[in-house]
């Protein structure tokens, strides 16, 4: 039994009442992991921006049509209409709620462009029509494929869904951490979403958290910690194959593409940061940490 507080109410009876509007309230803020996970790990402006330039210097002009494979909330498809006039964009994943998220956060804001926009709750290792200029695999999800087979059916579907010199982009991390197990904390700024909802700010945390070196799969983990210091645990959850950039290279090209490119991000030795300029490049240093676009082309 608790003591008797001044109100006359047991302290145990209002701790337990400050307790319950404490889990009340945060059950209310509870944070959108959709959103904490955009904040954190995507930059879909400078994705398309990529691929614009990508175009321009091999293709000329400007592509129209998209498909986004593992979609998710499909934000890049978003910025893709959002981005050109007459762009139509497809997305593709296989989670339903996931994909409902996105319809209410990503695409229903776009107004008038949304119906520039198709969300197909599909597998993508069936090809699809209709037939696109760009296809994007981004945030490194093709590596859930971790038989050789697998990733080859997946590249052979991407290569018939792709029009006649259509172009292909996916990521890739590497470098001596990239096989480690760590853990890597990045304080994010706060933001606000294309919907207009807030996201303050919070800290992101990248687990690997175990490196088997018979299969090279790799557990990865993504955490938050929040600004009031709650901590979301396991927020999302990757098994995945790490997929070397030769490897990839031979894949892609059993599977048909005519050129594979690597562009890999450059460092700014004054902030000690990556400095977001990606190049292409035919011999690359293993240091610490790299990423790369990945872009290979059909024949036109
Ligand atoms: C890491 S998230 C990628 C989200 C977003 N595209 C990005 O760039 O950050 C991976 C997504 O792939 C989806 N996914 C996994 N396997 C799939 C498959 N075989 N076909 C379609 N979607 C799949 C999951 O449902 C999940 O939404």
Redesign the pocket.
């Given at each position: 039994m608790g003591k008797t507080s001044k109100t006359g109410k047991s302290t145990k009876g209002s701790e337990k009442g400050s307790k319950k509007r404490a889990r009340k309230r945060a059950k209310q803020e509870r944070p959108d992991l959709h959103s904490l996970y955009e904040a954190a790990?995507?930059n879909v402006e400078a994705d398309v921006d990529f691929i614009l330039k990508r175009w321009r210097k091999a293709r000329g002009g400007q592509p129209q049509t998209l498909r986004?494979?593992?979609?998710?909330t499909a934000s890049?498809a978003a910025e893709w209409v959002r981005t050109l006039p007459d762009g139509e964009a497809w997305g593709?994943?296989?989670?339903r709620g996931?994909l409902d998220w996105g319809l209410r956060h990503r695409i229903a804001p776009l107004g008038n462009r949304a119906e520039r926009v198709h969300l197909e709750e599909?597998?993508?290792?069936v090809p699809k029509a209709p037939r696109v200029d760009v296809q994007v695999a981004?945030?490194f999800?093709y590596q859930?494929f971790r038989r050789r087979a697998d990733l080859v059916s997946y590249f052979r579907a991407v290569y018939e869904s792709l029009d006649d010199g259509g172009m292909f982009f996916l990521d890739s991390f590497g470098g001596t951490d990239a096989l480690c197990d760590v853990e890597e904390k990045t304080k994010i700024s706060k933001s606000v979403e294309p919907d207009g909802r807030r996201v303050p700010a919070f800290l992101y945390i990248w687990e690997q958290k175990h490196f088997n070196a018979l299969d090279h799969s790799m557990d990865c983990r993504i955490h938050f910690r929040l600004k009031d210091g709650r901590r979301i645990r396991n927020a999302f959850r990757?098994t995945w194959r790490m997929w070397s950039l030769p490897e990839m290279n031979d894949l892609l090209t059993e599977a048909g593409f005519e050129t594979v490119d690597f562009y890999v991000e450059g460092w700014d030795d004054e902030t000690d940061e990556p400095d977001g300029i990606f190049k292409k490049r035919k011999r690359v240093d293993n240091e610490g940490s790299w990423i790369a676009y990945v872009v290979a082309s059909k024949p036109c």
């Open positions: 790990v995507q986004e494979d593992f979609c998710g890049l593709v994943d296989l989670d996931t599909a597998d993508v290792l981004f945030n999800s859930t990757y």
